[in-house]
């Protein structure tokens, strides 16, 4: 009779949790950021259909990084989520923080429980009165929470990401800039991204508008990519 191998719970979760930030941090990077106009969200992504970004609900944005079909999944997830409880309750009674714990709850029971953790890292975003009132919450494989003070950045080499950002706002108030100086930062931070017009097409764009341009109870909006050259070719 052959011997079973012995690996003690903390290898295997360490291990578990190794895989996965190797997978993540081959995925391009992705930066929220909370400002005047609303909440931001930009992400390196050259492709036209495949959105790592996207609408959860009313006030409510979603952002990944990582394996597509992995986040993809939680998506549309979190959308049944959310309509479920808005139509059985109140659209009120949707929040980001409720759908945060959901996400959390999921990824922590794969983690733990299944064969291979998911290779994603999650942002879930709601739109405030004001940048003091935006709610971001950034979600790692393992199912850790935690509420983000004004951005979050993931993907790619974070901490070099972080540095490259927070030295851009040196100085700056992020709360008080709009949509356009935003943006323009992440191109100029992303490593695979350049400033100029022609970049337009590596960019993921979307926000949560904090006032509405059609007056929908809907704050999400996509940028196209004749909208984000004309803001990319606007630096001062």
């Known amino acids: 009779m052959s011997a079973q191998y012995y690996v003690s719970p903390e290898q295997l979760m360490k291990d578990r949790a190794d895989f996965a930030r190797k997978g993540i941090a081959r995925g391009r990077a992705v930066i929220v950021a909370s400002c005047a106009d609303g909440i931001a969200l930009i992400a390196e992504n050259p492709s036209g259909s495949l959105h790592k970004i996207g609408e959860i609900y009313d006030r409510i944005a979603f952002a990944a990084v990582g394996k597509y079909n992995e986040f993809e999944s939680l998506r549309q997830a979190g959308v049944r989520y959310a309509d479920t409880r808005g139509y059985s309750y109140s659209r009120f009674d949707v929040t980001g923080r409720g759908l945060a714990s959901v996400y959390a709850q999921s990824l922590g029971a794969v983690f733990t429980a299944e064969a291979k953790p998911f290779e994603v890292e999650l942002a879930v975003l709601e739109i405030g009165e004001s940048p003091e009132d935006d709610t971001l919450f950034s979600l790692n494989f393992d199912g850790s929470i935690a509420e983000q003070p004004g951005h979050i950045i993931m993907g790619g080499d974070t901490p070099a990401l972080r540095e490259s950002w927070n030295g851009y706002w040196s100085g700056k108030d992020l709360n008080a800039a709009g949509i356009d ?46 909208t984000i050259a004309r803001i990319l070719g606007s630096r001062k």
Do not use: K, Q
């Not at 935003?182 to 490593?191: D, F, S, T």
């Not at 704050?219 to 004749?226: A, E, G, M």
């Open 181 to 226: 100086e935003v943006i323009r930062a992440a191109a100029h931070v992303l490593p695979g991204v350049g400033e100029s017009p022609e970049d337009a097409r590596l960019l993921e764009v979307a926000m949560l508008e904090r006032v509405t341009s059609t007056g929908s109870h809907r704050h999400f909006r996509r940028l196209d990519t004749p």
